[in-house]
């Protein structure tokens, strides 16, 4: 099943007198379960195209569909409620709210609804990913792989269809970076999450099933992992 | 203890532990707005503790009218029928008590007779209370002294004086009235009317039981006995009390405004704050909207902690002017409980709301900055 479909994105930024065209009609699909990659150099348009697909930008041109629905020309509000629904998020810098625990960190984008059975879902996330036993630590009593697995979770909470990640390794050395990218797979294939990943880290291609190369705002050759 | 209302009011938790993140700088916004409302709630209470003390000395002044003839218009005193026009006119409950006045030749100590002012009351209790002896009722015979001509000249019940070289016992030394009253018996001596010879009256005590009886009377005796000349001259001092309070009223708003300057200040201090902590946690409120936070859920975020804030320091505020209300009442009134007052609680609840209401209004563009935010440029860093 195809969870998002992207037609001919364009992107420009307006910055001064000069025009600034970061997409120049990048075509992109997904299919549930499936773990991509996105690399390429920088300024090469990769973080553009992740926050198009992941509705925190729109695209000066193209359309982008979104499990089957098309979402190009939705507003504010409504983009926001349908990334709450069905996508989650990790960052390289993790992003995690300093002032709340792990459960807690994990509720947050929840934390506005009327749910009871919160905080029981949190925990079972953060056991998942082998924290069951640093619920309550603040994230400056854990180590960057330990974070980067509390932001795993928060991105879980709403059970989501695609998990967007930007360079989930960058702040990590090589052997917790394994750890989270076999994380990702697991949650791929168990969990048939889409998992899109942005990323510098040749690593990362060990475990995606295929790689898309960014070069100057469009798509070079694809990789497909066997 | 506060889990339920986390649970209830998520924005609450956050804002909490956000403030709680740089302590010192939620405190000394908080401090501004504390300081804030001990200067308006207890400059306020100050006004009501002075007007209270003010309207105590005062006292029955104004429930009282004077009657006396108006000798511009020839009217040298009042007459028997006056008296009964006045009291047909005075409402029920309403006594009036004419007076007799004049002048003898007066000895205290048998040595030397002085001309003294006397004044004939038929029924004195009506109007005073004895601080020694007893007003007699009825009066028909000896004397009553006021407490300056008894201490000057060691008067008490049974001592006698001379009043035209007739002897008198004193029956009561009246009680001490009020400074400024036309009726004040400090240095009065008070006689039966039989001891005088003139027929008419002059002047009469009318005495209401409340301010508003008091002026009622007033215009009605003015309209029944000036209704063809200016037979007589009314005075009453209720409106003077009026006006009186009115200006205290007019000093104790400009205090408190004066006052609310630093609740003003206090606001801009959680403005700076909240200003600061949005430009600080730019990248954790991009999170936010990234993970599905509405812009007014953002909104609600910092509204909260602006508003707790308040709270706070309003609480916090409240308890220290409560302790600053005892103080004045018991220096300015003397009775430090009489800070319970219906005025005084709302002035607490006044400056209570108004430190809520400015760390809100303070917090509005802070909160509105953060949440129209573009997520995109915030995570940029």
């Known amino acids: 099943m195809t969870v998002i479909d992207a037609y001919d994105l364009v992107k420009r930024y307006r910055t001064g007198g000069e025009t600034l065209e970061a997409l120049g009609g990048v075509d992109f699909s997904l299919s549930a379960g499936e773990f991509v990659s996105i690399m390429g150099p920088s300024g090469s348009g990769k973080t553009t195209l992740l926050n198009i697909l992941g509705l925190l930008a729109t695209p000066t041109e193209g359309r982008l569909t979104l499990n089957g629905r098309d979402v190009t020309d939705l507003g504010d509000r409504k983009r926001t409620r349908l990334r709450k629904r069905t996508i989650g998020f990790v960052f390289q810098h993790f992003y995690l709210l300093p002032t709340l625990s792990a459960v807690e960190n994990v509720e947050v984008p929840r934390l506005f609804d009327r749910d009871p059975g919160r905080t029981a879902r949190a925990e079972d996330l953060l056991t998942r990913v082998g924290l069951g036993d640093r619920l309550d630590h603040r994230p400056d009593e854990l180590s960057g792989g330990q974070k980067q697995r509390v932001a795993i979770a928060r991105s879980l909470i709403n059970d989501p269809t695609i998990v967007l990640a930007d360079e989930p390794t960058g702040s990590l050395d090589r052997e917790t970076g394994r750890q989270i990218l076999d994380e990702f797979r697991r949650i791929a294939d168990e969990q048939d999450v889409a998992i899109v990943a942005v990323t510098h880290d040749e690593l990362v291609n060990e475990y995606v099933d295929r790689t898309v190369n960014l070069v100057d705002g469009t798509v070079g050759k694809e990789v497909l992992n066997a | ?381």
Not at chain 2, 158 to 184: K, M, P
Not at chain 2, 317 to 324: D, E, F, I, T, Y
């Open chain 2, 1 to 381: 203890m506060l889990d339920p209302l986390y649970r209830r009011f998520p924005s609450v938790l956050m804002a909490r532990r956000n403030l709680t993140r740089t302590k010192m700088r939620s405190l000394l916004a908080s401090l501004g707005i504390v300081i804030g409302v001990i200067a308006i709630a207890s400059l306020g209470m100050f006004g009501v503790a002075l007007q209270y003390s003010f309207t105590q000395n005062l006292g029955d002044l104004g429930n009282q009218v004077t009657v006396s003839p108006n000798r511009d218009a020839g009217v040298t005193s009042l007459s028997e029928r006056d008296i009964r026009e006045i009291q047909r006119v005075a409402g029920p409950g309403v006594t009036v008590s004419p007076v007799k006045q004049g002048i003898e030749p007066v000895a205290y100590d048998r040595k030397q007779n002085t001309s003294e002012f006397i004044y004939g009351l038929e029924r004195p209790s009506e109007v005073y209370n004895a601080s020694e002896g007893r007003v007699p009722e009825p009066f028909r015979s000896g004397a009553l002294v006021g407490t300056t001509i008894a201490e000057e000249h060691d008067l008490h019940p049974g001592s006698t004086i001379a009043v035209n070289g007739t002897t008198v016992r004193v029956r009561a030394v009246l009680e001490s009235g009020d400074a400024f009253s036309r009726l004040n018996p400090d240095s009065r001596l008070i006689l039966p009317p039989s001891y005088f010879h003139e027929r008419g009256y002059a002047q009469v005590y009318v005495t209401a039981r409340t301010g508003t009886q008091a002026n009622e009377t007033a215009s009605a005796i003015r309209g029944a006995l000036n209704d063809r000349e200016q037979r007589v001259t009314v005075n009453e001092l209720g409106s003077l009390v009026d006006t009186i309070e009115q200006q205290f009223q007019i000093i104790n708003t400009v205090l408190v405004g004066i006052a609310s300057i630093s609740l003003l200040v206090a606001g801009i201090s959680i403005l700076n704050v909240m200003l600061m902590s949005t430009v600080e946690r730019r990248e954790e409120i991009g999170v936010l909207r990234a993970v599905g936070y509405q812009k007014r859920d953002v909104l609600k975020v910092m509204l909260t902690e602006a508003t707790l804030l308040g709270i706070v320091g309003g609480l916090v505020g409240v308890v220290l002017s409560l302790g600053a209300g005892l103080a004045i009442n018991h220096y300015t009134v003397g009775d430090a409980m009489a800070v319970f007052r219906l005025a005084n609680a709302w002035y607490l609840l006044a400056a209570f709301g108004f430190a809520v209401v400015t760390s809100i209004v303070s917090g509005l563009y802070p909160a509105w900055k953060a949440a129209s935010e573009e997520p995109v440029e915030a995570l940029r860093g």
